[in-house]
């Protein structure tokens, strides 16, 4: 890789702080859809609340202008955490709290720095809600987007091949959570009747590896 190549695959703060952003978008966009689906199996409230912590979590890293990963990454999730309910902010609050511890003092991200922050808020996200795979919940949409980038990248693909594999496997994790019985969270209670609904959370998850590959890749 030449230097002008390395410089194009760097993640700076301007570049992650453009993928949050994006995500935002995404969501506010998709905030009926988001409803709807947890309106089915859930508290008909994931898309309002992540559209409002995604929104705050915009606003702050506009004003505070993050000097690091690390930084806008803790911002992020702190800022999810004090100002989204249920289970969406916990959950996605300890992903970018966890992608903050592993990357660091780093000014920027190379592929394989991104990927491992990504696999660690994996971890975090597992930690937090005990989700496993088939659980219909958005773990079962990161998961293999962290596999997907990860094998693309162990085989000396791009970031933006890997983004797009992962982008391509995030989608096909969400949607194989509609003939799932969900195990975890609220849609569990539903028992057989959860099964034939796409997972609200699995699909703002496939919504943020979408917009990784739009504003990254």
């Known amino acids: 890789m030449t230097e002008s190549d390395e410089a194009v695959a760097a993640v700076d703060v301007a570049a992650l702080q453009s993928w949050l952003a994006s995500f935002a978008e995404e969501v506010a966009t998709q905030r009926d859809l988001l409803t709807q689906l947890d309106a ?33 990454f803790k911002t992020a999730g702190m800022t999810l955490v004090s100002t989204v309910g249920g289970a969406s902010g916990p959950l996605y609050g300890t992903l970018f709290l966890r992608m903050a511890g592993s990357v660091g003092e780093a000014a920027s991200l190379d592929a394989p720095g991104f990927a491992g922050a990504l696999r660690a808020g994996l ?3 597992v930690a937090r809600g005990r989700a496993q795979p088939g ?3 958005m773990y079962d949409a990161l ?5 997907a980038l990860d094998a693309a ?42 099964v034939g609904h796409q997972d609200p959370g699995a699909t703002s998850a496939a919504m943020l590896v979408a917009a990784a590959g739009r504003a990254l890749g």
């Open 123 to 125: 971890d975090g996200v």
């Open 143 to 147: 998961a293999p987007a962290c596999d």
């Open 153 to 194: 990248l162990a085989a000396g693909e791009s970031l933006a091949d890997g983004l797009a594999a992962a982008h391509k496997a995030a989608d096909a994790g969400r949607d194989a959570t509609i003939p799932m019985l969900a195990r975890k969270g609220r849609a569990s209670y539903l028992g057989e009747r959860s």
């Open 135 to 137: 659980d219909k919940t």
């Open 40 to 72: 089915a199996i859930g508290d008909a409230d994931h898309g309002a609340n992540l559209d409002r912590g995604m929104r705050a979590v915009v606003a702050v890293l506009e004003k505070d202008r993050p000097g690091s990963p690390a930084a806008l």
